[in-house]
């Protein structure tokens, strides 16, 4: 069973950073696509990026230009550099990984808050 721990939250100033981090159990090779997904209150939840075992990476379009996904697949970890930060991005931010042979599997982590206010 892969786990993922989050880590990098908090509260930061509009305009602020923030970079979050997810570390995986387990091997890279266990492990295709990987990500985060943002949900504010009252929202649904949403993609803000991913990133293919390749390092392909695919960005909403909320975050293109603001945002960074990166991964190590030596250290099973994936982040998010998070730049010019806005109040809209305030929300709970979930790491999630796929499993790299079917069935479909998504795990996910606990979650970390990330709160942009003056």
């Known amino acids: 069973q892969?786990?993922?721990?989050?880590s990098g939250g908090g509260l930061v100033q509009p305009g602020g950073s923030l970079r979050l981090s997810c570390a995986a159990s387990g091997s890279s090779r266990d492990l295709s696509d990987m990500g985060w997904y943002r949900q504010a209150p009252?929202?649904?939840r949403e993609l803000v990026a991913r990133i293919t075992s390749g390092s392909n990476t695919h960005y909403a379009d909320s975050v293109k230009g603001r945002f960074t996904i990166s991964r190590d697949n030596i250290m099973n970890t994936v982040y998010l550099q998070m730049n010019s930060l806005k109040p809209e991005d305030t929300?709970?931010?979930?790491c999630y990984a796929e499993r790299?042979?079917?069935p479909r599997y998504i795990y996910w982590g606990q979650g970390t808050q990330v709160t942009v206010s003056s």
């Open 42 to 44: 009252g929202n649904q």
């Open 91 to 94: 929300a709970v931010y979930y």
């Open 100 to 102: 790299a042979w079917a």
């Open 2 to 6: 892969v786990q993922l721990v989050e």
